[in-house]
C-alpha cells in the first residue's frame, strides 16, 4: 500500500493560514456572543430550545447548527481544497469513523464546545478550530467570548492569550514537578455524557479519580494525592485552554478530536505535553509518545 504523505506547507502560506483561522475564531465567538446576548433579559428564548442527541446530556442547540455552518462555508470559500471535520455535521453522518487522513489538510471544529453551560448562560463555553497537518494540529484557536478569552497557536510561534500575552501565563507550582505531585497541583476533569451507574464503568471510574485526586495523602488505599483543586468546567476545550495557561496542571478526558484539536496545538506550543491517559505496562521505562489524534483517551501536563 502507499502511504500518502502531506506535502509541506511554506512558512509564509502557514502564517496566512494563522492569520485567517484567528480571524475566523474572531468572528465565530461574537456569533456566539450575540447568541447568548440575545437571550440576557429573556428577550429570545432560542438558545434554550435543544435536541438531545445520544443521551438526555448529549445536546446541540440551533447556535451550534449556525456556527458551524458559517466556520465551514468560510473555510470552503477560502481554502477549497482543505477537508473540513466538524462536530454538528459529523454527527448527521452515519460513519463513526475517524476522518481525518494524514495526506489531506484538515479542518478540525467544534462550533461551540460546553453547550450545556451556554444554554445555562455559564460563561465556560466556546469555539474550537484547529488546522492539522500531517495529521497534527499544527494552528488552534479558541475564542471563549463571553469570557473575552482568545488563545492561539500556530507550530513555532508560540501561544498566546489576546494576541498579546504568551502563554504560559504562570506557573504554580513551578516545574519541575514537586517530588509528591500531584499534590500542589490543579487537576481538571469532566464528569462526561456517560453516567450509566454501573460499578467498574466510565462514571465510577471518574468519581474514583476525583476521590483519588481529593482524598488526604495516605488516604484511599495510598491513592489519596490531596491535589490543591479538582475542577469540571463543562467544557474539555476550554479545560486544555487553561491547562496551555498554566492554570490548570494535569487535565485528563475521554473526547473527540473536535474538542481536544485546537486545545492540543495550544498547548504544545505553550509547552505543555499532551499523551495518552491509557497507563503504560511498565511506567518508570515507558517513553512518553505524544497523543495521536482521534485516540479519544488524553492526558494533559503542564
Ligand atoms: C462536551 C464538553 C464536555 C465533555 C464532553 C464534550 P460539547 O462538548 O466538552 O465537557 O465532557 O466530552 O463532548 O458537547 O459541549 O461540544
Ligand atoms: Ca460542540
Known sequence: MIKMTTKPISKPKLDEVYGFAIQLGKDAGKLLLDAAQARIGGNDSSGQDFCEKDSAVDIVTKTDE?????????????????????????SKGS????????????????PLDGTVNYTHLFP???VSIAFVVGGKPVI?????????QLSTACRGRGAWLNETLPLPLARNPIPPMPPNAPSRC???????????????????????????MAAEIGGRGGKG????GVRSLGSATMDLAY????AFDIWEGGCWEWDVAAGIAILQEAGGLITTANPPEDPPSARIEDAKLGSRLYLAVW
Open 66 to 90: 449556525a456556527v458551524e455552518t458559517f466556520i465551514r462555508r468560510r473555510i470552503t470559500q477560502t481554502h477549497p481544497t482543505h477537508a473540513f471535520v466538524g462536530e454538528e455535521s459529523y
Open 95 to 110: 460513519s463513526r469513523a475517524y476522518l481525518i487522513d494524514d495526506a489531506t489538510p484538515t479542518w478540525c471544529v467544534d
Open 124 to 126: 465556560m463555553f466556546c
Open 140 to 148: 488552534g484557536v479558541i475564542c471563549g467570548p463571553f469570557l473575552n
Open 186 to 212: 490543579i487537576f481538571s476533569c469532566e464528569w462526561g455524557k456517560d453516567r450509566k451507574d454501573t460499578p467498574g464503568g466510565n462514571l465510577h471510574r471518574k468519581v474514583d479519580s476525583f476521590l483519588n
Open 225 to 228: 494525592s490531596m491535589v490543591h
Open 243 to 246: 491547562t496551555a495557561m498554566g
